[in-house]
């Protein structure tokens, strides 16, 4: 190696690390990384002095290393905001975790962290939400497809989520938990009244979320999952996108935080059979970036981040899905039957129809009710276990299940 | 063992075929692992085939359509099921054996003999185009000249531009094709992947016309399971052709087909749920800007898929300078190819005692006993 080399962007400091081919020292690679960031709140509402007041930001915090570098970073912002002007801020922090420490094989409960957190992060509200209390009170219901695709319901005996994930396969429960997440999140903003969700998603993970959704069935949900949107007048948005989990990483070492980063250490199959897609995707994305196809990640969320909803079905009845909320814009169970036939051919010998006696009195049928409540073709697809779901009452009734 | 027939054991409920219940299942369905008969997985998969023809419209009453056969295992069972289908739903049309010869010795010449007896086993004409008559190349040439690399552009521009040169002598303007589902879910991923917006919407239509070729292409074989075809030639007994093309597909490609395995041995369903997500693909339209900045007036961009952008008057000259063919530019793109080839050509046969395609075949021998 020949003579240090000095950062090209402030010119003075000797560089640390070079990054996207430029050398850098730490406190232009934290401007750098912060940049990115602070481009995603450039709205007034975030602003100092604006007229909405002071917003409300929800983060969501798994406590993975992604999340902590967003909190981080944010906080940043806020506290530069209140160095500038009087101690004023334009924006709150409230973070909610959802409590993943059974499930996930976390190695420490998220809220034994916060002491540490609470005291680094002042002003910052810390929460954690149990899923089983957001289930609670909740009528559960089975949703279940029969073999003309209809979907069939009845009354659901269970009560937890663990009872209700310990029928379907893994990627099933890894699809379902995300959707529930969703709702629960927005619960929860509405709740704490938050005007932002803030999902700390690395382009890696954007990358790897959008094929998953295209492998799932769930295509038509990119437009809104990949890309900041407004829901129900709640912006949500990914702040974090254009950052390499590499580069947050590096963030988080530089700024000494990596010690509070709290993330599953489950050692996760390498078995196609065992794994979810999720991370059958991972490691495809791992195993295609180290053969130098550097490009993948990028292109992938670039693509993704143009996909709209589909026009080519305007003259059909949309309907919304009971289960996620995605938007059904053609008739799944006639695509379905098109293409996967269940008719059978004509029995022709007699011991043949002795059979089908024998099987037709042996026959039972778990599900009591065939029903026509929309069902999105990715939801159907994570049905091939029955799936229990909170549902609303209204449907309960409209088809009396009682 | 012994040879004479136990009485007959009475079969238990859950050794019965999961659709006709009266017969004995033979088989897991690899779509949706269900336990089936012989005769109910000839049904559902021969009237899938069958809903996929009459849900595109696929066919005219009296059509003549073209086979694209190689003689592998998913053309032989679309002649097969075309003849089938044809016959039991009466769709008028009138088949043809479409074969391509790219001259790759061990592979092609002895798959072309699979599509010989073919022709005779389903009773239909046959016609066969060759890459060397056509283009003065063999696939064999082509690899001594420029390596394995790029065999399967070369081959696929060549393919393309000769499938309808044989469809066109024989006056016909439709040719089917074996792409299954497990192709379709496969370009979808490659489209996201690579990025290519020009193809990422069309990346499942099951009718393809392009601009620079008068002849449509179908593919009765979207929804169907590479390993379906597979069974179904094995139990109807088929008649096919199962080596591989020696030289190897693209790199890239090879890991998303490896993706595509995994994810359909972790949940089968996968393949058509990526067709179902490619199905509902659109883009943000871009804002229709009239700069040519970077483009010459003239300039006409060939897609990756063969076919051309249009931006002059299609209207005049769209004849390829140097073979007629049909062409929107000045030269078509197999011309364009082939001319970067002529060059090394020379060099090639003036280097090397032995056969041309010897050679070939010593390098895909030597690169096969590296792995
Ligand atoms: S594998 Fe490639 S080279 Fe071989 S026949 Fe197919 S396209 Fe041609
Ligand atoms: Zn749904
Ligand atoms: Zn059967
Ligand atoms: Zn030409």
Redesign the pocket.
Known sequence: MSDITICIKCNETPSTIVNRKEAMCDSCYNRFARGKLRKALSLDIYKVNSRYGIHRILVSYSGSKASLATLDMLYDLMIEQKNRNNGKKGFEIVVVNIDEFERNSLPQSMTSKFDELKSKYEEVSFNVVNINDFLDGKKLIDYGLDKQFNIVIKKSDKLTMDQIFQSIDKSSQEDLTEILYDNILLDVCKKFQCGTIMYCETMNKLASESLSLIIKGRGTKIPEKINDTTIEDIHIIHPIRDLYTKEIEYYNNINGISDLVVESNRVISNINKNMSVKEIVDRYLRNVEQSGYSSTIPTVVKISEKLVAPSKFSGNDTSK?N??G?TIYQDCKTWLSKITVNDSAPLTEEIEHEYLKMFQDQEINEFDKSTDIP??Y??MVAMNKPVTWPTDEDIINEYSLE | MPVESKPEKKLKVTALCELCHGRKAVMKRPKNLQKLCKECFYKVFETEIHNTITDANLFQYGETVAIGASGGKDSTVLASIMKTLNERYNYGLKLVLLSIDEGIVGYRDDSLDTVKRNKIQYDMPLEIVSYKELYNWSMDEIVACSGMRNSCTYCGVLRRQALDRGAAKLNINHIVTGHNADDMAETVLMNILRGDTKRLEKSCSILTESADSPIKRSKPFKYTYQKEIVLYAHYKKLDYFSTECSYAPEAFRGTTRELLKALEANRPSIIMDIIYSGEHFELKRKKQTVSYKNKKKDETQINADGSISLNKDFTKANKCEKCGYLSSNKLCKACVLLGGLEANRAKITLDTDTSVEGAAKLTRTLEHLSF
Request: with cysteine; aromatic share 0%; charged share 10%.
């Open positions: 899905c289960i996620c995605d069902i999105c990715g939801c």
